[in-house]
């Protein structure tokens, strides 16, 4: 099993829909969460991070659900520039490791 | 304020050549790591140094690869001999501290073609 589990899509929506996307993560003990997005050639940007109690920015809705130990992206109203491929990041906190271990990216194309 | 600085952006060599790959963090950021990525294997941890020290460097593939970072400034990661599956994009990201809540910011990345 991966560290940090992403379905790689690619999700298809229409423009204005709601779309969702998981991350799972094998550490229980995890303790900071993130998502990233990445343009195509591009290199990974934070959109945001992932606090205990959920957090909101705009259109853009992260949660975490640590029982299940997935987080989650919610995104509402997409636009056509939300196409990109959108990473989970996860601070595993195993044998002291602290970088960053990322999922494999989750690809949205939002159609007209 | 400038971002993470990364050189060169492309880099083509063949089989055997010596690689190095050049970044410069932000001001002021005291973490810096290596990551690698690939469509097989996403984007993978290299290497990390925390205030110029070597941390984390179990994700370095093999003998092959090394990273230094001999002042805060400055880093480079240098493959000797490349090889064909060496070919991936290579970003460099720095982040201000060195706790689990730090957020990284990456470079543009170097894309690596070992033919």
């Known amino acids: 099993r991966k560290e940090v589990e992403q379905d790689p899509g690619p999700f298809n929506v229409p423009e204005g829909a709601t779309v969702a996307f998981n991350c799972t993560y094998s550490?229980?003990?995890?303790?900071?969460f993130f998502w990233y997005r990445q343009d195509c050639r591009k290199e990974p940007k934070l959109l945001m991070s992932v606090y205990s109690s959920g957090n909101e920015d705009g259109r853009f809705t992260a949660q975490l659900n640590r029982a299940s130990q997935y987080i989650s992206l919610l995104i509402r109203d997409s636009k056509l520039s939300d196409s990109a491929t959108y990473l989970c990041a996860v601070n595993l906190m195993d044998t002291g490791r602290r970088a960053l271990t990322f999922g494999s990216g989750t690809r949205l194309q939002v159609q007209p | 304020d400038a971002g993470v600085i990364q050189s060169p952006r492309h880099e083509v060599t063949e089989m055997g050549q010596e690689v190095t790959l050049r970044c410069k963090p932000i001001s002021g950021h005291n973490s810096l790591f290596w990551y690698r990525q690939t469509m097989m294997r996403g984007l993978e941890l290299l290497i990390y140094f925390n205030n110029n020290v070597p941390i984390d460097d179990s994700g370095m593939p093999e003998d092959r690869f090394s990273a230094k970072m001999p002042n805060a400034s400055f880093s480079t990661l240098k493959i000797q001999p490349s090889e064909p599956r060496d070919s991936a994009v290579y970003f460099c990201?720095?982040?201000?501290?060195?706790?689990?809540?730090?957020?990284?910011?990456f470079g543009s990345g170097t894309q690596l073609s070992v033919l």
């Open positions: 550490n229980s003990a995890s303790q900071s």
């Open positions: 990201a720095s982040s201000l501290g060195d706790t689990s809540n730090e957020k990284l910011f």
